[in-house]
């Protein structure tokens, strides 16, 4: 089992904003947001780094491609 470990985040009032909205919506915690969001984060750079794209696909079979920076 891995010990936790504690860190502070800064964030802007918008970034709490956010946060505090997902939060709400999800059902979540903060932390289980950003331990989710990170988990995510870390699928979607895994696949980018194999070469792989991402891409939102509407009702009408739109898509278009999400840049990673």
């Known amino acids: 089992m891995n010990p ?5 985040l800064n964030l802007t009032d ?14 979540l915690s903060k932390t289980a947001l950003i331990r989710q969001a990170l988990r995510l984060y870390q699928l979607v750079d895994a696949r980018i780094s194999r070469g ?9 079979k739109q898509k278009a491609e999400l840049m990673v920076l």
């Open 14 to 27: 918008q970034e709490m904003g956010v946060l505090d909205e997902l939060s709400v919506q999800k059902d």
């Open 52 to 60: 792989e794209k991402l891409f939102f696909e509407d009702q009408d």
């Open 4 to 8: 936790k470990r504690t860190m502070t």
